[in-house]
């Protein structure tokens, strides 16, 4: 059980243009879903967390005009990457907890974006 | 500020035991997690503690001490495929819906 989808797994794209990427759990309720960024090598950066139905925290630093989410049903987040750049190519993971354990985290397997 | 300190990189061998530090030094604390990650994939959940001591989960322990901001992971009779990424997290507050904020992570390698 606790199973958590992303989709796409990679996507490349045209600098400008923006990319939405799913996360999905499959087998559960998930209360709270966050969104990390991850660079070669480097460990996970907390991005924002979303909790359903309303809007989502975001980090220092992390831009949320740029980086747009939606946290509409308890199975299904999406993050938004809009006006692409570069820069913003990295290994973007979703997590989520279920209703009343946040004790442990299921990782999506992942979204490898490349930026042209 | 917040911030944990784990080793970079450890080396061992097939059998043998290693054990993983972290020392943290965050606003809140909740409790201390450890994942697992494989070169391109997704971490997966390792452990958990939020009171002092240690946990046993099959070859992998962890422990934590609070008063000393300090927890490590414990793996014993190391296999091949335990080369990979070892992550502490601490949960800062868990009115926040279980934030984790990640060290940078040991990268473990097993030799034959």
């Known amino acids: 059980g606790a199973v958590v989808s992303q989709h796409p797994s990679w996507v490349i794209c045209k600098s400008g243009t923006s990319v939405k990427i799913e996360c999905r759990s499959l087998d559960f309720q998930a209360t709270t879903m966050f969104w990390y960024r991850q660079f070669p090598k480097q460990s996970l950066m907390l991005m924002a967390t979303?909790?359903?139905?309303?809007?989502?925290?975001?980090e220092q630093g992390v831009e949320k005009d740029k980086f747009l989410i939606n946290h509409a049903s308890l199975t299904l987040s999406t993050l938004t990457v809009t006006s692409a750049h570069p820069e913003d190519s990295s290994f973007y993971i979703c997590?989520?907890?279920?209703?009343?354990?946040?004790?442990?985290?299921?990782f999506g397997p992942g979204t490898r974006l490349t930026v042209l | 500020g917040q911030s944990l300190e784990q080793p970079s990189e450890v080396t061992a061998v097939e059998g043998a035991i290693v054990q993983i530090n972290c020392t943290y030094q965050t606003s809140g604390f909740y409790g201390l997690s450890w994942y697992q990650q494989h070169d391109g994939g997704a971490p997966t959940f390792l452990s958990y503690?939020?009171?002092?001591g240690l946990e046993e989960t099959g070859r992998f322990s962890s422990f934590l001490s609070r008063s000393d901001s300090y927890g490590y992971l414990l793996l014993q009779e190391l296999q091949m495929k335990d080369s990979a990424s070892y992550f502490c997290?601490?949960?800062?507050?868990?009115?926040?819906?279980?934030?984790?904020?990640f060290g940078q992570g040991t990268e473990l390698s097993v030799k034959p």
């Open positions: 503690n939020a009171l002092d």
């Open positions: 997290a601490v949960m800062g507050d868990g009115n926040q819906g279980g934030k984790l904020i």
């Open positions: 979303s909790n359903e139905g309303s809007k989502a925290t975001y």
């Open positions: 997590s989520a907890t279920g209703t009343g354990n946040y004790n442990e985290q299921f």
